[in-house]
């Protein structure tokens, strides 16, 4: 505007100046590329401007560039898994767990398994580890208290008793499920005592819910503190088992029979008191199917 300005004011100028056409026309060709190089001055400043104001919206190009968010594999598989159990009872035990390697979105079988007097959760843990691998069931195996200086379970005397026993072995099922991530296949859950804790499988299957199946393993049945819950129940002992003969394990049968439970079968084997391979194998088959 100002270069029109002065454009103009030269032509009135020149009008009443006493110079040639000549000088006239010099005078406005020189008027004229100064407004030419002005434009293009200011042109140059806004696009300089410009520029500027778009580098300082958009990040800086100077650096390294920045990594991305880290992709986490879609589905790792977990490998085996073992401990104790972070839970303990009165005699400060508290027992041991396995679960097996493999993926658990499904759910896995779940094994709950009482020692016989003496022993310890650990030990029932190493004799069904090879099978737990095998056929891909958990196992939690719970310690008995200290009884009058023996490492044994107590159950309950007339229906409704609650011993510590029954607490601590839900005590210890809630914490492996919660702390280990143990996803439960609900339509496989069995509860088996083996000897002296052979008779707190049935007691604890049928006061709680939760269990599907239920086996005493060379052991017996105390009728009086047996719950509501009717499960099916595998009785099983060695052929030559002088502490569980086979005619003791047989009443035990029939008095769960008698209380109403309609499922409960009894299995015998070659041998004494211990377990044998062919005894836990069927067990299992009879749990989980061939």
Known sequence: ME?????????????????????????????????????VAACSDHRTVQAQSNAGQSSPAAGPPQPGPQVQPVDQVP??????????????????????????????????????????????????????????????????????????????????????????????????????????????????????????????????PGFTRAAVLHGGVFPGGIGPIHLPVWFSTGEQDRMRPVELVQQSAQALANLGFGDVTLHRYPGGHELSDAELRELIEWWLGP
């Open 3 to 39: 270069m029109m300005l002065l454009y103009e004011a030269s032509n009135r100028r020149c009008q009443n100046w006493p110079i040639s056409g000549d000088q006239i026309l010099t005078l406005r060709a020189v008027v004229l590329l100064w407004m030419l190089v002005s434009d």
């Open 79 to 208: 490998g085996e898994e073992e401990g104790p159990i972070g839970v303990q009872n009165s005699s400060g035990r508290s027992g041991a767990y396995f679960i097996p390697a493999g993926s658990r979105l499904n759910g896995l079988s779940l094994l709950v398994i009482l020692h016989g007097t003496g022993q310890s959760g650990a030990e029932m843990v190493n004799v069904f580890r090879d099978l737990a691998k095998e056929r891909r069931f958990a196992i939690v195996a719970p310690d008995s208290r200290d009884l009058d200086g023996h490492l044994t379970w107590e159950v309950g005397d007339k229906q409704g008793d609650v011993t510590p026993d029954l607490t601590h072995t839900m005590d210890c099922i809630a914490w492996v499920r919660s702390h280990a991530g143990l996803f439960v296949d609900e339509s496989h859950v069995l509860i088996a005592g083996y000897s002296g804790g052979g008779s707190s499988a049935p007691y604890i299957g049928s006061n709680r």
